[in-house]
Each structure stands twice: as C-alpha cells, then as structure tokens.
C-alpha cells in the first residue's frame, strides 16, 4: 500500500517538475498579473485619466459584469465547442491571452479627458480575460494532465499563480510608482 501512494505521488511531482506545468503556471501567472494590477488600480487609471466618481463607479460595474460574463459566455463556448467540433481547450487560453495583451494596449492608448469609450473597452476585454482564464485553466489542466488522484492538488498548485502574481505585480512592480506620484 505504502509503494502504490508513492508512485502516485511520484506522478504529481512528475507533473510538477514538467514543461507543461511550467508553461501553464508562469501563462496564468502574466495573464493574471496583469489583469489583476488593471483591477486593482482603476482608481487611479480613472483619476490619471480626469475621469470623475460617476466614471469609476462605471469602470467598476463593468469589470464586475464583464468578469462574469467570460466565466459564463466562455464556459459554455469551450464545453460545446471541444464536444462538438473536437476544438483544443488550448485555443481558448492562446486567443485569451491575446486578447489580454490587446486590451492593455488599448488601456495604455487611452488619451486624457477623451471619450471613455476605448478605457471601457480595453477594461471590458481584459475583464472578460480574466473570468475567462479561471474557467479554462481547470479544464485545460484536466486535458494535458489527466484525472488523477493528485487532481486536486496539482489544481490548486496552478491556481497559486495567481495570488504570486498579485503580490508581485501589485507589490514590487506597480507599488514603487505609485508612491513616487502620491
């Protein structure tokens, strides 16, 4: 009994000392670091940019239903398009993170006291991004590593990421100048 749980814990450090595994933490790392630090700092990209109380409290509504609407719209897409036209859960990840990627060029395009139009659109993208990344990372996971005991565990390794991410983003890379403008 005892060298049947170590050859199935052996298999989770297998997995864990993988290029797979690697690859998908450090991609729900940057996706989540970066969608984290948009959130986080709303406030103050909506005070850089001579937004009022009434625009932030816009912003906010719209991360929140935006999020919300890429956990659902997005896991109802991947389930039927990977049972029907057999389509990799992959692609949901890979056309995410482009897609994240273009809101925050959006965001960092935006001009001051210009029509909201192009802020609410890149917040909106890179909010659905962000409730789409958690609904594709566990079945995604399930994919490439298979349904094992470790399961669970090896989940919740991944979903570190995104609490490393936040503390660094938030933390170390952003803090700095935000304590040099106030």
Same mark, same amino acid.
């Given at each position: ?8 814990? %052996? $298999?989770? /450090? ?14 729900? /790392? ?19 940019? %001579?937004? +009022? ?12 239903? *935006? ?11 991947? +389930? ?15 056309? %995410? ?11 960092? %395009?935006?001009? #001051?006291?210009?029509? *909201?139009? $192009? ?21 995604? *996971?399930? +994919? ?23 503390l660094i983003f938030n933390? #170390? ?7 040099? #403008?106030?």
């Open positions: 009994q005892a060298v049947k749980n170590i050859s199935r814990l %052996g $298999s989770y /450090f297998r997995t864990l000392f993988s290029v797979d595994f690697w690859m998908l933490f450090i991609s729900f /790392f940057g996706c989540n670091g970066a969608s984290t630090v948009m959130i986080f700092s709303i406030a103050q990209i909506n005070a850089s940019l %001579g937004g +009022d109380a009434v625009k932030l409290s816009e912003m906010l509504s719209l991360i929140a239903l *935006s999020g919300v609407a890429g956990r659902i719209v997005t896991g109802m897409a991947q +389930d039927s398009l990977v049972r029907n036209c057999k389509m990799p859960r992959s692609i949901f990840y890979v056309v %995410g993170l482009i897609l994240l990627g273009a809101s925050q060029l959006v965001i960092a %395009g935006t001009e #001051a006291n210009s029509p *909201s139009v $192009s802020l609410k659109a890149g917040v909106s993208i890179a909010s659905v991004v962000f409730g789409m990344s958690w609904c594709v990372l566990g079945p995604l *996971s399930l +994919d490439m590593f298979g349904n094992s005991k470790y399961y669970g565990t090896l989940l919740s390794t991944l979903y570190l990421s995104a609490g490393f991410a936040s933390s #170390a890379i952003v803090h700095p100048y935000y304590q040099k #403008a106030y």
